[in-house]
């Protein structure tokens, strides 16, 4: 008889909502972790009340022992006394000392969502979305001291249609990268697989996301513009500004599309507003209309 992937004891690192999709799929796979490690609460919205990430609501709600450690070095000691079998880092956010890496028995499976060794670092969908790529991808390596660098274990591809926005993308992602994960985990812990090494030589980087790279320049190609929307969707949004009464109005647009030659905006969220239409924008601000360049509809 096999061993269940259940009895695998396996500690999980991650953050945000891309790791509590990942989450979710171990735990229809029979791979729910004993211990998540995640990062420190921190302020949040107006009153900057202390919020704790994503992943730690997860935690709480799968009674899941939680770890929020400033450094991971604080919990080096712990972590060492623990026979882990496999760490799983998904959207971590920070780097993880060797020390650390060294101490589960078959290593740390990072799922990393690009077509490795394409895309290394923290925004591989929106590049690979504002490049105009025809298919997006998910690489489970194993991790070693330098980012995204180490061999990898499996990968699957995923097709990219004209209006998948970073959200959807994202969301299909995570899936897909669970359920791979939940497929070669055991058998890497068994030694079934063989990581293969990376070809360093094709290797890309992406850069952490800025506000200040969602701003809109209308002097771009329509399409440019269609992908930094929907790279930039939900954050920060992409967005644009106009004079209203002598001061700069800022809009985000969330909805576009091609028409032929021309972009066709289709919802916004204006400063201080609910979303809304494009057209009804225009309606109750038709002041503004004649700052819209001719080739947006």
Same mark, same amino acid.
């Given at each position: 008889?096999?061993?269940?992937?259940?009895?695998?004891?396996?500690?999980?690192?991650? +953050?945000?909502?891309?790791?509590?999709?990942?989450?979710?799929?171990?735990?229809?796979?029979?791979? +729910?972790?004993?211990?998540?490690?995640?990062?420190?609460?921190?302020?949040? #919205?107006?009153?900057?009340?202390?919020?704790?990430?994503?992943?730690?609501?997860?935690?709480?709600?799968?009674?899941?022992? +939680?770890?929020?450690?400033?450094?991971?070095?604080?919990?080096?000691?712990?972590?060492?006394?623990?026979?882990?079998?496999?760490?799983?880092?998904?959207?971590?956010?920070?780097?993880?000392?060797?020390?650390?890496?060294?101490?589960?028995?078959?290593?740390?499976?990072?799922?990393?969502?690009?077509? $490795?060794?394409?895309?290394?670092?923290?925004?591989?969908?929106?590049?690979?979305?504002?490049?105009?790529?025809?298919?997006?991808?998910? +690489?489970?390596?194993? /991790?070693?001291?330098?980012?995204?660098?180490?061999?990898?274990?499996?990968?699957?591809?995923?097709?990219?249609?004209?209006?998948?926005?970073?959200?959807?993308?994202?969301?299909? /992602?995570?899936?897909?990268? #669970?359920?791979?994960?939940?497929?070669?985990?055991?058998?890497?812990?068994?030694?079934?697989?063989?990581?293969?090494?990376?070809?360093?030589?094709?290797?890309?980087?992406?850069?952490?996301?800025?506000?200040?790279?969602?701003?809109?320049?209308?002097?771009?190609?329509?399409?440019?513009?269609?992908?930094?929307?929907?790279?930039?969707?939900?954050?920060?949004?992409?967005?644009?500004?106009?004079?209203?009464?002598?001061?700069?109005?800022?809009?985000?647009?969330?909805?576009?599309?091609?028409?032929?030659?021309?972009?066709?905006?289709?919802?916004?969220?204006?400063?201080?507003?609910?979303?809304?239409?494009?057209?009804?924008?225009?309606?109750?601000?038709?002041? /503004?209309? /004649?700052?819209?360049?001719?080739?947006? $509809?």
């Amino acid at each position: 008889m096999t061993d269940k992937p259940n009895k695998l004891k396996i500690a999980f690192l991650g +953050t945000p909502e891309f790791a509590i999709k990942i989450l979710e799929e171990m735990k229809k796979g029979g791979l +729910t972790p004993s211990l998540i490690i995640t990062t420190p609460d921190k302020p949040k #919205g107006r009153k900057l009340a202390l919020t704790p990430p994503p992943v730690k609501m997860w935690a709480d709600k799968e009674k899941i022992l +939680t770890l929020q450690p400033n450094k991971l070095n604080d919990i080096y000691t712990d972590l060492k006394k623990g026979d882990w079998d496999l760490f799983v880092l998904a959207a971590f956010g920070k780097i993880i000392p060797k020390e650390i890496v060294d101490i589960p028995k078959h290593g740390i499976l990072n799922v990393h969502p690009s077509i $490795l060794p394409e895309y290394r670092g923290p925004s591989p969908i929106q590049s690979a979305i504002l490049s105009g790529d025809t298919e997006l991808g998910v +690489t489970i390596m194993l /991790l070693d001291e330098e980012l995204d660098h180490g061999p990898i274990i499996a990968t699957e591809k995923l097709p990219l249609s004209d209006n998948l926005n970073y959200e959807e993308a994202e969301e299909k /992602l995570a899936k897909l990268g #669970g359920k791979l994960l939940v497929r070669v985990a055991l058998p890497w812990t068994k030694e079934k697989i063989k990581a293969v090494e990376q070809d360093h030589k094709r290797a890309t980087f992406t850069v952490k996301v800025k506000k200040d790279d969602a701003l809109i320049d209308w002097n771009d190609n329509p399409e440019i513009i269609e992908r930094r929307i929907r790279a930039f969707y939900p954050w920060p949004g992409a967005y644009f500004f106009l004079d209203k009464d002598g001061k700069p109005f800022r809009v985000i647009v969330t909805k576009a599309s091609l028409k032929g030659d021309k972009l066709h905006l289709e919802k916004v969220k204006p400063e201080g507003k609910n979303e809304m239409t494009f057209s009804d924008f225009i309606k109750g601000n038709p002041e /503004l209309k /004649l700052q819209i360049p001719g080739h947006i $509809l």
